[in-house]
């Protein structure tokens, strides 16, 4: 409902810091809109010439794909872990329902969408949010891609959570948010434009803002369109002592690909390979035009040729009609310049320069040029290979433990009451959650794995397996030295392993026991 103890003074200093953060912001809202053609291949339009037959190769779209495609391959998975041990049961809870909670809320796409949005423009943006709408009204946990046009925090902290003021940009229809806040005047005019990658009317939207804003240490929330305030946490009784969420933290995560010193925000693969891309389609446009050129004769005639045009250009005439002999004088073909191969291999070197750049080989694709076709030796090869995207995934896999960790004060400020929730993976397993007890707050971590791996990854690990297998490690025999050897690798599963040659030995002296008695 409106407030109306809101202070006037301090919406007009809202509004002028949403302004000034708008236009310190303005470079890298023209980036982003910039990026989206190169991404649509309509970078023509960017670099100067709008030219319908102009050539716009995807180099550049192939090799997001690819990235696009590894981080899909490596989905996180969170398990929280105790730090002491009367928190464990709590913790093996927690590791349930918080991928229960984000598959309800369509993390998936929501991860998936981000990650295109990163890998295009450097940032992608998580809001982890408490949405009183849903569950027939009861609330739930909703977690939502940000677009970095709608999102506006203070100029030179390169942390969102150091900005004073975080401000999130939404376009409500103006009957809706009538029909919401039937109390609201006329002075619900759009403040700011709010900007959007498609050309639609937005006469008949109003830009509702949500103000974040710290005091005390604790995160508030003022809602307000125009110059009326909607809603102020500060000034409800249920929320004005713990703050709109009692983590005290802006319920936006930032995951930045490439960093930007002296800003929360980064740049992503267009705006380290657009140049390389440039120079390949401008080189393709002219080598294109030569090869037509070449490829349609065209001549010199003398105006006095006596050469039926009409007859000379329908090439399914057999015979041309001329008056008086024919010779070179009257009419000449024309030869045009020959292209070189010097410039064919000029392009093929700025492809090369592209997929060296985003590291983006052929063997990250699954093909090699020289001959190897062996799944585990390609494995090994884009293991070799894949460095930065690993380092990206790991990069990807913090920021999601900051929105796991987002979610986990909410579940604890939220779920007063009973939930159940279907446990993925385990058929038709359910878990209950009821809150907890008030006072008590335990203290979690959150490791973040792989939930899933590409096939080449599996291959290798089952690879690995057999090898184990082969050298007799679940031999019980051998099971002293297979442990010994174990504290000198490191690989995926290899504490299930160890688990295992343990088990392996305890039967072992088991049956031993029973022999002697």
Known sequence: MKNNKFPRERLEYAISCLREYRAAKAPLESRIREEELWWQLRHWEVMGRDEGGAPASAWLFNNLTNKHADAMDNFPEPAVLPREPNDAADAELMSRIIPAVMERSGFEKTYS???????????AAYGVFWNRDLEKGAGDIDIA?????NIFWEPGICDIQQS??????HKWDRDLLKEAFPELGDGTGDIIDV???TRVS????VTVVDWYYK???RVHLCKFAGHQVLYSSEYDPLFAATGWYEHGLYPIVFDTLFPIEGSPVGFGYIAVTKQPQEYIDRLGKNILEASMMASRPRYFAGRAAGVNEEEFLDWSRPIVHVEGSISEERLRPITPYPLADTYLKVQQLKIEELKETASNRDFSAGSTNSGVTAASAISALQEAGNKTSRDMIAAAYRAYSSVCSMVLELIRQFYDSGRTFRIAGSGD?????GGTEKGRRPVFDIRITAQRKNPFARVSQNELAKELYRLGFFKPELAQQALGALELMDFEGKEKVRAHIINNLNNKEEKTVERKI
């Open 113 to 123: 969408d981000n990650w295109w949005y990163k890998l295009k423009h450097g940032t």
């Open 429 to 433: 397993s359910f878990v209950s959650y």
């Open 145 to 149: 891609a940000i677009d970095l046009l």
């Open 215 to 217: 005091k005390e240490g």
């Open 202 to 205: 937005q006469e008949d939207k």
């Open 195 to 197: 900007l959007t990658h």
């Open 164 to 169: 004073r003021n975080l401000f999130i940009a």
